[in-house]
């Protein structure tokens, strides 16, 4: 059978090719910069560290980065031998996932430094109860997104293209290193966990998490119940959901069969407000009677809850209700009092906790809390006319504020004050703050609300990720035509080049530049009026897609003969010659065999970008489903294109073959037929046999010479059965092909053979 080189999409890891490789002058220091990104790491957990008080809040945060530092050190021990250094410098998308490393590690170090900075004898404490904790929740995850993908990438290239390198030792490295098994309490969210993500794995796709869960309870959910499940088990909105916050969740609202049930029984109690911060919170209660009360999910320790309360003077007290296996806890004193539930616990109070807060403007997209002006007017910087949000005032006590993008793009900001009745905003009164917004949104004061669910970690990341995409569709567009507009045309205008052999070379390269022209044309108008909330990738690609088989399937299956083509008109000096004129022509001297492979690297790296932009879009995007579905959708495609790809291939091989055979009479290269073995048995007493086993018929042949043969035998291969024959004193090494007509015995020439024969046989056979 043929060794030559099979071109399939598969051939690349993840999408990156052995050709897409950095240019010469452009080589980097690997491990360099990945040394840079390990020391700037280690800097997250020693700020936590700082923190003198309520150091679990940080726990999530300071497990994360730790298992970030772990990624970094197992790419950094991958890349310890010169050859692999080699291998990951070289590659460009490698190179990519370093510079997105180095961008969200800087920014993050930078926010918790200057946090601080600011924080004076309570490092971070104030930060970490607010708002802003959201954002270093955002940082942390996709740094670990990140590093994932660098570690995992770097296996998959060094698998391909370094000969050094070994799965077996570089497994054996990472368990010498130890890895940490991932611990949850509750025996059936354990074992959905370790099911569905494996035991060592830290934090998920929260969409996963659902739907693991889901699954695992056999319930549906409406998509309004949906939504809230994933706020709930992702607040931040970062898209990700850790195992230690799983396992908090479950001491909560677990035994895990029971933990819907118990969740919308809680979100249903009229003093359970959800997710607010301690600041927020304190800010909404602090004008409210004394003995008026609120429950929250904590925002520091996932699974637990926070009771807040106001007491004489306007002083709100926060005490932690702690999840217990039986129960629910707070604490008196040098004790813990525990109750069976939140409920049983608030009637046990009743005293201190009597009117419930009942305002439910904090649940609004367009609430932010406790921001500053100034800090809104970032926000909204470069948002369209009409963009706004609500907030705290920072200046008048029991008062709020909103800032909104005036018609002129210039950030305003308008009071609204409390009364016992309701809201004042301008001298008129409002019974809701949602009447008011209502109110702005008719008058066209406001149009959309700038989100207070907006990661906006994750929107930079998402979009550097669109314009690469944007950037590489480009260039690919530009390489396609190049090929046509001078290349195909130069040959075309060759009279000594046959145009059937201009057809060999360029195939249907033409129908590819359309394609895309077009399709790099649409991205190009989503990246023009880029908004993060509703700008849409995935139905795009899902728009491309029906087209990819057709037209990747025919220029792939013969690339080979392309290749062929230009390697024979290559023998001749004077064809030479004149492409060495024809690549004069270039911009860039680019060669011909490296143009003509691009179309194979394309669908590959659409699966590779897809994946990393699926994963800074959260569950909630408007995109998330449309980018899945274009992922898989993908997928298959380059499935089909690999599988037309093989048959083609196949069908050469027997084409092939049936020429060096004398005596067959009839055409054998037909579509779907294959080789499955071929080699020399003993038959019927001789040993000089060549046996062609096919996937439907067997040639029994003999050889006359190097690559001939002449056919003795011809057997159908239906209802096949495969018999070991057990050794005798005469006989060694037989096996039986049985079918519904015949029964063929034939001899290997040792153990070894018969095994080799008999195992691939009962393997292509026993299905049939």
């Given amino acids: 059978m043929s060794n030559q080189k099979r071109y399939t999409l598969k051939d690349m890891p993840k999408g990156v090719s052995s050709l897409t490789l950095m240019p010469g002058d452009h080589e980097r220091n690997f491990v360099a910069e ?3 990104v390990q020391l700037e790491a280690k800097r997250i957990p020693q700020c936590y560290k700082l923190m003198k008080k309520n150091r679990d809040d940080a726990l999530e945060l300071v497990q994360t980065a730790a298992q970030v530092q772990q990624k970094l050190d197992t ?65 942390s995850s996709a740094l670990l997104v990140e590093a994932s993908v660098l570690a995992e990438l770097s296996d998959d290239l060094l698998m391909q293209h370094d000969s050094e390198y070994s799965a077996e030792a570089a497994a054996a490295a990472d368990a010498a290193a130890g890895v940490e098994m991932v611990e949850i309490l509750d025996p059936d969210g354990r074992q959905m966990w370790v099911s569905e993500f494996g035991a060592t794995t830290f934090m998920v796709d929260v969409v996963k998490v659902v739907k693991g869960l889901l699954r695992f309870l056999n319930v549906n959910l409406t998509s309004e119940e949906r939504r809230t499940l994933l706020q709930v088990f992702n607040p931040s909105n970062t898209g990700q959901m850790s195992s230690l916050r799983w396992n908090e969740f479950l001491k909560g609202f677990g035994p895990m069969p029971h933990c819907l049930s118990k969740l919308w029984e809680m979100l249903a109690q009229p003093w359970f407000h959800g997710f607010l911060s301690k600041s927020d919170s304190t800010k909404l209660l602090e004008v409210e009677p004394q003995n008026t009360f609120m429950v929250r999910f904590s925002s520091t320790k996932p699974g637990s809850f926070s009771l807040a309360h106001t007491m004489a003077g306007n002083v709100v007290n926060h005490v932690i209700i702690h999840t217990r296996a039986n129960g629910f806890a707070v604490r008196e004193e040098s004790r813990e009092k525990l109750f069976s539930s939140v409920s049983h616990l608030i009637e046990a109070y009743g005293q201190l906790l009597v009117h419930p807060y009942r305002q439910t403007f904090h649940r609004q997209l367009w609430w932010h809390g406790d921001i500053s002006g100034e800090e809104a007017s970032e926000l909204l910087k470069d948002k369209k006319p009409g963009t706004f ?18 018609r002129n793009n210039v950030i305003e900001k308008g009071l609204i004050q409390g009364t016992p009745n309701g809201y004042l905003l301008s001298g008129k009164c409002f019974v809701s703050m949602e009447e008011i917004v209502a109110s702005l949104q008719q008058w066209d004061i406001f149009s959309e609300p700038y989100k207070n669910t907006t990661n906006e970690v994750n929107d930079a990341m998402r979009f550097k990720i669109v314009q690469e995409i944007l950037q590489t569709e480009n260039s690919y567009v530009n390489t396609l035509d190049l090929i046509v507009n001078l290349f195909v045309k130069e040959f075309r205008n060759n009279p000594k080049i046959r145009p059937e052999d201009v057809n060999l070379v360029f195939s249907n390269v033409d129908q590819l530049w359309t394609l895309h022209r077009t399709f790099a044309a649409n991205l190009e108008k989503v990246v023009k009026e880029w908004d993060a909330d509703s700008a849409l990738i995935g139905p795009h690609f ?46 860039k001297q680019n060669m011909l065999s490296g143009l003509l492979i691009q179309p194979i690297q394309r669908i590959p790296r659409y699966i590779l970008l897809l994946t990393d932009l699926i994963k800074h879009t959260t569950g909630p995007h408007s995109d998330y489903d449309s980018l899945c579905d274009a992922l898989e959708a993908i997928k298959r495609s380059a499935d089909e294109i690999n599988e037309s790809k093989r048959r083609v291939e196949d069908t050469e091989v027997v084409k092939v073959r049936c020429t060096q055979i004398s005596g067959l009479g009839e055409n054998l290269a037909v579509e779907g037929r294959y080789i499955v073995k071929e080699g020399r048995l003993g038959w019927q007493g001789k040993d000089d046999y060549h046996i062609i086993c096919m996937n439907d018929l067997m040639l029994i042949t003999r050889r006359q010479g190097k690559n001939k043969y002449k056919l003795k035998e011809k057997v159908l291969l239906d209802s096949v059965q495969i018999i070991q024959i057990p050794d005798t004193a005469v006989n060694h090494n037989q096996f039986r092909v049985c079918t519904s007509t015949r029964e063929i015995t034939f001899e290997a020439d040792s153990a070894h053979t018969r095994i080799v024969w008999f195992n691939e046989l009962k393997k292509e056979f026993s299905s049939k």
């Fill in 34 to 36: 990945l040394h840079a």
């Fill in 389 to 406: 949000l609500i907030r705290f005032s920072t200046t008048q006590r029991g008062c709020f504020a909103s800032s909104f993008v005036g």
């Fill in 75 to 139: 790419v950094a021990r991958r890349a310890e031998s010169a050859s692999a250094t080699a291998v990951l410098s070289h590659h460009s998308v490698i190179l990519e996932v370093m510079e997105k490393l180095k961008s969200i590690a800087g920014e993050y170090v930078a926010l918790l430094q200057a946090e601080v900075h600011k924080s004076g004898d309570r490092p971070l404490e104030k930060f970490m109860a607010s708002r802003g904790r959201r954002k270093v929740e955002q940082f």
């Fill in 542 to 587: 899902l728009q491309l897609n029906p087209s990819l088989v057709p037209h990747y399937s025919l220029f792939i299956n013969n690339y080979n003969t392309a290749m062929a083509t230009v390697d024979r008109l290559s023998l001749k000096k004077e064809f030479k010659d004149w492409m060495a004129g024809v690549m004069a022509k270039q911009t």
